[in-house]
């Protein structure tokens, strides 16, 4: 099962954009999903994320600008991002968080990430 993102694109300044990303296939149970994202020479750097229970988190850069919601029936998280600007050029990654349990008992949590989707803001 892989993620699949998209909604990338080449926007003006001031702009808006929303990535969407979902799994190809079923993935049983996940627990946080969140959006990454890395410019050139950058480490890639985290986003925003939501948890199982709703809570969200984001970068103070992002802060009021973006926001990330998730369809929980359909494993399927969304990124809206608004006002952009030139520095959020870059390829953003999402990530689930997959949850299961070993035959012994062991719980893990695997973290997936999607292919990337490239956002270019121009001015």
């Known amino acids: 099962v892989q993620l699949q993102a998209s909604g990338g694109g080449l926007v003006q300044a001031g702009g808006s954009l929303r990535l969407s990303c979902a799994p190809s296939g079923s993935l049983g149970s996940i627990t946080g999903m969140g959006w990454h994202r890395q410019a050139p020479g950058i480490q890639r750097e985290l986003v925003a994320q939501?948890?199982?229970?709703?809570?969200?988190d984001y970068a103070d850069s992002v802060k009021g600008r973006f926001a990330v919601s998730r369809d929980y029936a359909k494993n399927t998280v969304y990124l809206q991002m608004s006002s952009l600007k030139l520095e959020d050029t870059a390829v953003y990654y999402c990530s689930a968080d997959h949850y299961y349990v070993l035959p012994d008992g062991s719980p893990v949590v695997e973290r997936l990430w999607g292919q990337g989707t490239q956002v270019t803001v121009s001015s």
């Open positions: 939501i948890t199982s229970g709703g809570n969200t």
